[in-house]
């Protein structure tokens, strides 16, 4: 079953300019992590957070983790048009030996 | 070193045909995952080896499914008698750690059923 969903589904933005999308979920963690995918491929992880951190930091990337609302948010700043791709968040459902993925969201960055 | 390979890249089946799908994961890696991902979709959970042994195949969808890592390296994804809702995406993911770490994933393998 899906476990995350992120919200928006698709986002459309020009380059330089700020990406945010959302991602929720239902059940407790230990962790939740997002990954990247581009078009026909696999998936590259990014980002990884404990649920007891609530702010990381990675290169552009800025992940937040609210898990008293179960949600989390992946920020791209100053976007490249090779951060086209699609955006996942994945959690571990609370120590499952498992990634639960969401829907994933669609980013065009237009050059 | 290199990443976690899969083959073939693209497969073809006729409805009922028997398919084997390989992965090559990350030399060392303990933890292997086999994930399927329909079109437009976040992958699904199929199934996780902890070096040979398989320790949840609770999202196999039906037994026409079967995987197996024999030695704790390659291994392999069996879907007998093919059905046209198997067509998707698998991908193969490792890890050095266990259970939901960050996971390394490979480049997948399309398979269509006509």
């Known amino acids: 079953s899906q476990q995350g969903e992120e919200d928006p589904q698709a986002l459309s933005i020009q380059e330089g300019e700020n990406a945010t999308m959302n991602c929720s979920y239902k059940t407790s963690i230990n962790n939740l992590q997002w990954y990247r995918q581009n078009s026909g491929r696999g998936l590259v992880h990014l980002i990884l957070i404990r649920s007891n951190e609530r702010e990381k930091h990675s290169g552009r990337l800025r992940v937040t983790l609210d898990t008293s609302k179960k949600s989390s948010s992946l920020l791209i700043t100053a976007s490249r048009a090779a951060d086209t791709a699609s955006y996942f968040c994945?959690?571990?459902?609370?120590?499952?030996?498992?990634?639960?993925f969401g829907k994933g969201n669609q980013v065009v960055v237009i050059p | 070193g290199a990443g976690v390979s899969q083959s073939p890249r693209y497969k073809v089946a006729k409805r009922g045909q028997d398919v084997a799908l390989r992965c090559d994961p990350i030399?060392?890696?303990?933890?292997l995952f086999w994930y399927q991902q329909a079109l437009g979709q976040g992958p699904e959970f199929l199934t996780y080896f902890q070096n040979e042994a398989q320790l949840d195949k609770s999202g196999l969808p039906s037994d026409r499914f079967f995987a197996e890592r024999p030695e704790g390296s390659v291994s392999t994804l069996k879907i007998q008698r093919t059905q046209q809702e198997d067509s998707a995406v698998y991908l193969c993911?490792?890890?050095?750690?266990?259970?939901?770490?960050?996971?390394?994933f490979g480049p997948g393998t399309r398979l269509l059923v006509l």
């Open positions: 993911a490792s890890s050095s750690g266990y259970g939901a770490v960050t996971q390394y």
């Open positions: 994945a959690t571990d459902e609370g120590g499952n030996n498992r990634l639960a």
């Open positions: 030399s060392g890696h303990v933890s």
